[in-house]
């Protein structure tokens, strides 16, 4: 995440990304840099995430002129908006931008940091005179960032998207109110944003206006300002249906909410099945024939499938053997001589190009755990001396095994022992 483009940290085209877009390739990139990991790649993914969102959202309010030069001089003249500048406030550690809502922002944030949220009332009251706030798409960007800049700081950003992992119900999150967020200034912000009746389009939505419930309305209520609290969104009816259409397909496959996973019923997700299932036998998972069974199957030998295939198991064996926590990979016993040089063989793992930094790794990794056992590999003898004959070397031309007293290594002890007592 070396670079400075954040729509390209994020893997999108900045000409072509939606907000959407850039909602899901941040959730995607979460679930291989996580914070207690790389907090240093976490904070670059999270700071990339905010300023590809600002603009795209810019971007989608406000889209460029398409008009061409002839309709151009039909047109009366018209002033062409100022380029928007972005820069980074060291003293704050804040991204701003010039743009109308981007004034708003950082004068919010100079407000909470730098005035410690004198006066929220008298604030809030002065905003209405900003361009930004008078503008219906600049409020709404403003509106937003208010909204995620909350949720941050209650503690939400722990939640998205480890929840599952460490059994967290999404539906029952307790958030922790920022001691600047007074009862004045939630009755102030409500009274000029109503962050808690805002639709909600994605689980990420449901998760933030859940967060401005939990904190907004019992204070609301106390002081008379709504009659009843209302009912929170399902987080997990949004993440399943947005994982569905993400991930959706001809085969069946579908979320669970009950087990909070995704139950993948294409053909690489039953290998995938299979493959877990096999490998609980660590003897059983360490058979060369029983992979070899799983990786021919028919049904996976399509271009798509096996490119699939290939992805999967490339991060399965990366995570198993302890890629980004071990300085070398894990012995398993599952993992066997034979398994691997099987799977790199069907694969190719280590003639395959990486296209960015994090296949680059993998790759990497790959090649120190088939290096190790391609090293050790010794060439097939095309014969075999006659020390190495057993009983049954000569059954292919149709011998019988010869008698124990008979074989040649017997016949020399016997011999050798027979001129030992003559000596004596």
Same mark, same amino acid.
């Given at each position: 995440?070396?670079?400075?483009?954040?729509?390209?940290?994020?893997?999108?085209?900045?000409?072509?990304?939606?907000?959407?877009?850039?909602?899901?390739?941040?959730?995607?990139?979460?679930?291989?840099?996580?914070?207690?990991?790389?907090?240093?790649?976490?904070?670059?993914?999270?700071?990339?995430?905010?300023?590809?969102?600002?603009?795209?959202?810019?971007?989608?309010?406000?889209?460029?002129?398409?008009?061409?030069?002839?309709?151009?001089?039909?047109?009366?003249?018209?002033?062409?908006?100022?380029?928007?500048?972005?820069?980074?406030?060291?003293?704050?550690?804040?991204?701003?931008?010039?743009?109308?809502?981007?004034?708003?922002?950082?004068?919010?944030?100079?407000?909470?940091?730098?005035?410690?949220?004198k006066s929220p009332r008298e604030f809030f009251d002065s905003l209405s005179s900003e361009p930004g706030y008078q503008n219906p798409d600049d409020r709404k960007i403003y509106e937003n960032f208010l909204m995620e800049h909350i949720y941050y700081e209650a503690g939400g950003e722990d939640y998205h998207d480890f929840c599952d992992d460490e059994g967290v119900d999404l539906d029952a999150i307790q958030y922790e109110r920022p001691e600047w967020l007074s009862n004045q200034t939630l009755i102030s912000i409500h009274k000029h944003f109503d962050l808690t009746s805002k639709p909600a389009e994605y689980e990420?939505?449901?998760?933030?206006?859940?967060?401005?419930?939990?904190?907004?309305? #019992? &204070?609301? !209520?106390?002081?008379?300002? +709504?009659?009843? $609290?209302? @009912?929170?969104?399902?987080?997990?009816?949004?993440?399943? /249906?947005?994982?569905?259409?993400?991930?959706?397909?001809?085969?069946?496959?579908?979320?669970?909410?009950?087990?909070?996973?995704?139950?993948?019923?294409? #053909? &690489?997700? !039953?290998?995938?099945?299979? +493959?877990?299932? $096999?490998? @609980?036998?660590?003897?059983?998972?360490?058979?060369?024939? /029983?992979?070899?069974?799983?990786?021919?199957?028919?049904?996976?030998?399509?271009?798509?499938?096996?490119?699939?295939?290939?992805?999967?198991?490339?991060?399965? &064996?990366?995570?198993?053997?302890?890629?980004?926590?071990?300085?070398?990979?894990?012995?398993?016993?599952?993992?066997?001589?034979?398994?691997?040089?099987?799977?790199?063989?069907?694969?190719?793992?280590?003639?395959?190009?990486?296209?960015?930094?994090?296949?680059?790794?993998?790759?990497?990794?790959?090649?120190?755990?088939?290096?190790?056992?391609?090293?050790?590999?010794?060439?097939?003898?095309?014969?075999?001396?006659?020390?190495?004959?057993?009983?049954?070397?000569?059954?292919?031309?149709?011998?019988?095994?010869?008698?124990?007293?008979?074989?040649?290594?017997?016949?020399?002890?016997?011999?050798?022992?027979?001129?030992?007592?003559?000596?004596?």
């Amino acid at each position: 995440m070396s670079s400075n483009d954040p729509f390209a940290i994020l893997d999108l085209e900045k000409d072509t990304a939606t907000v959407a877009a850039v909602k899901k390739a941040y959730s995607k990139k979460l679930k291989v840099t996580r914070p207690d990991d790389d907090p240093e790649g976490f904070m670059i993914l999270r700071e990339a995430f905010t300023q590809a969102k600002n603009q795209a959202q810019w971007l989608e309010q406000n889209p460029p002129n398409t008009a061409t030069d002839t309709d151009s001089k039909d047109k009366t003249p018209h002033e062409e908006k100022p380029e928007i500048e972005y820069w980074h406030d060291k003293k704050l550690d804040y991204h701003f931008n010039s743009s109308p809502s981007g004034k708003l922002i950082e004068k919010t944030i100079r407000w909470i940091q730098e005035q410690s949220c004198k006066s929220p009332r008298e604030f809030f009251d002065s905003l209405s005179s900003e361009p930004g706030y008078q503008n219906p798409d600049d409020r709404k960007i403003y509106e937003n960032f208010l909204m995620e800049h909350i949720y941050y700081e209650a503690g939400g950003e722990d939640y998205h998207d480890f929840c599952d992992d460490e059994g967290v119900d999404l539906d029952a999150i307790q958030y922790e109110r920022p001691e600047w967020l007074s009862n004045q200034t939630l009755i102030s912000i409500h009274k000029h944003f109503d962050l808690t009746s805002k639709p909600a389009e994605y689980e990420w939505d449901a998760l933030q206006i859940n967060c401005m419930k939990s904190m907004f309305e #019992p &204070v609301l !209520l106390e002081n008379g300002i +709504i009659k009843k $609290l209302t @009912k929170h969104h399902s987080v997990i009816d949004f993440r399943a /249906k947005e994982i569905e259409e993400y991930n959706k397909d001809d085969h069946g496959s579908y979320y669970d909410k009950e087990k909070r996973q995704w139950i993948d019923r294409s #053909p &690489v997700g !039953l290998a995938m099945r299979d +493959i877990e299932e $096999l490998i @609980k036998e660590p003897w059983a998972g360490a058979d060369k024939q /029983k992979w070899s069974s799983i990786l021919e199957r028919e049904e996976l030998q399509s271009i798509d499938e096996f490119q699939e295939l290939d992805r999967r198991i490339r991060y399965f &064996v990366t995570d198993q053997t302890g890629h980004g926590q071990e300085r070398r990979p894990k012995k398993l016993n599952w993992l066997s001589r034979e398994v691997t040089l099987l799977l790199d063989d069907t694969f190719g793992w280590r003639h395959q190009s990486a296209r960015n930094t994090w296949e680059h790794d993998h790759f990497a990794w790959l090649d120190k755990i088939v290096g190790e056992y391609c090293a050790k590999v010794q060439p097939n003898p095309t014969y075999k001396s006659w020390l190495d004959l057993d009983r049954n070397s000569f059954e292919f031309l149709g011998y019988q095994p010869l008698p124990l007293l008979l074989q040649p290594t017997v016949i020399l002890c016997l011999y050798i022992m027979y001129r030992l007592f003559q000596i004596k």
